[in-house]
């Protein structure tokens, strides 16, 4: 019986979670820290030894990614205040050309959300979706909808945003990793997610602009034309090179470390090249380029004190965001040193279910009950990786996607995105609220666990 009792002593913990997170004033952080020492305690490991372990943790989680996540986001906001971000959406439009703005939507939100936040990154954009429609006559919920599909898939599953990153860093697997499956795992959840965009379109037929005035159109259209003019934007090229710069380094680096597994490349580490491109292709130099090229490219004429106060904006989301990944941490290593974790494992690897769902479980449950993505990812993780580690021949690349992706699941009234969505598009009825926001993410939900089951199946 006394062997249940770190079990029991984690079932009330992470209720007690839920319970802080829900129901009183108490902080994410706070609670996620009440919850720790709860399963340290029930778990053996004493007081004293809690606390130790949940420094430990902390520390060792942050040590991995809290450089990292602080040079993504201010390479988000230098591409934000430079207007890379717009640039980039422009070009798609015209490069897809007329009928197929839904397409460009999505693909935009693909790419610009891998360093920016969701929120943020819908609110640049949405202008334009609003400009489109009345231009082309499309309808708006299509457009809306496909954006904000593909910004949340990425947001959810490539690094360096700061959720997955987190979720590597816990789970303790290679970021260039992380980066490459979550890429390869977005596109059928966004070419999904777009189709049902498009069906929105004959579901609600009354957000086409059909009946505005065709010279109210065309002035429309030649006032934003003149005001994009008007605007010194940098030119596609350098709007993207902060963004594909690191990424290629990065996948080039995780590519590598492959090729030296083999017979033919093996002992080549102390290879020049390979060292060249260890180095570069670590996250925390990839970044700093990345950072420096977007300082340098896109804002070749702005003084060093704006420079300085852009960067630190960026940074001022990176507090709450380290501290709840380091809770995490601190939560997954309290369950590993505690032997929780493996008396978990011992009894979960005797049920008929691959052990990669445990995670994805975890955070459909926890984004379901608290509504925050991150928090649903980084929760999962710490809960599962100390059980999932302890069971032999798990691809723990894949159990770490397996909790980015649970953490799509049917985003409601308690998502920030839910609100932002459907107020901004001027959507007002709860069902059709849930119709336009809450079923497209349950649709890269679905996706996504099936293309990881696929992966797991295959590697």
Not at 40 to 58: A, D, P, Q
Not at 187 to 203: D, M, R, S
């Amino acid at each position: 019986m006394t062997l249940y009792i770190p079990i029991t002593g984690l079932v009330i913990a992470v209720f007690t979670l839920l319970f802080l997170v829900l129901y009183t004033r108490v902080h994410t952080i706070l609670a996620m820290l009440v919850a720790t020492i709860i399963a340290g305690i029930t778990g053996g490991l004493g007081i004293t030894n809690t606390v130790e372990v949940i420094t430990k943790g902390f520390g060792s989680t942050l040590g991995n990614i809290g450089i990292v996540i602080g040079l993504g986001l201010m390479m988000g906001r230098i591409l934000e205040v430079s207007g890379a971000t717009e640039q980039i959406a422009y070009s798609l439009i015209k490069w897809l050309g007329k009928k197929r703005e839904e397409w460009a939507m999505a693909i935009t939100g693909y790419i610009i959300s891998i360093p920016i936040f969701v929120d943020t990154a819908f609110v640049i954009i949405y202008p334009i979706i609003k400009t489109l429609a009345k231009k082309s006559k499309r309808n708006l919920l299509t457009l809306g909808v496909a954006l904000a599909g593909g910004l949340v898939i990425t947001h959810h599953l490539v690094p360096p945003t700061p959720g997955p990153l987190g979720v590597a860093g816990i789970f303790g697997v290679d970021i260039g990793a992380m980066m490459l499956v979550g890429m390869i795992l977005a596109i059928p959840c966004v070419i999904g997610v777009t189709f049902y965009a498009k069906w929105l379109a004959i579901k609600y037929p009354e957000y086409y602009f059909t009946n505005e005035d065709p010279e109210y159109l065309r002035k429309n259209h030649q006032n934003y034309m003149e005001e994009k003019a008007n605007k010194s934007l940098p030119n596609l090229f350098f709007s993207l090179l902060p963004i594909i710069v690191p990424i290629t380094l990065i996948l080039i680096k995780a590519i590598n470390n492959i090729l030296l597994g083999t017979e033919v490349i093996t002992r080549k580490e102390k290879n020049i090249y390979f060292q060249f491109i260890d180095f570069v292709g670590s996250p925390i130099i990839a970044l700093s380029i990345s950072v420096l090229l977007a300082i340098y490219i896109l804002m070749p004429k702005i003084r060093k004190e704006d420079i300085i106060g852009h960067l630190e904006t960026g940074l001022q989301t990176a507090g709450i965001i380290l501290l709840v990944t380091g809770a995490g941490g601190a939560l997954g290593t309290v369950l590993r040193e505690s032997g929780t974790g493996e008396l978990l494992a011992q009894n979960i690897a005797k049920l008929p279910i691959t052990p990669i769902l445990i995670p994805f479980i975890i955070a459909t449950l926890v984004r379901l009950i608290q509504g925050s993505g991150t928090v649903a990812m980084v929760t999962a993780a710490s809960i599962s990786v100390p059980i999932i580690s302890e069971i032999p021949g798990i691809n723990m690349l894949l159990a770490a996607q397996a909790a980015t992706i649970g953490a799509f699941f049917f985003g409601y009234f308690n998502d920030s995105l839910f609100w932002m969505v459907n107020r901004m598009m001027g959507i007002k009825d709860a069902k059709q609220q849930m119709i336009v926001w809450s079923i497209p993410t349950t649709i890269a939900w679905g996706i996504g666990l099936c293309g990881v089951l696929l992966l797991n199946l295959v590697m």
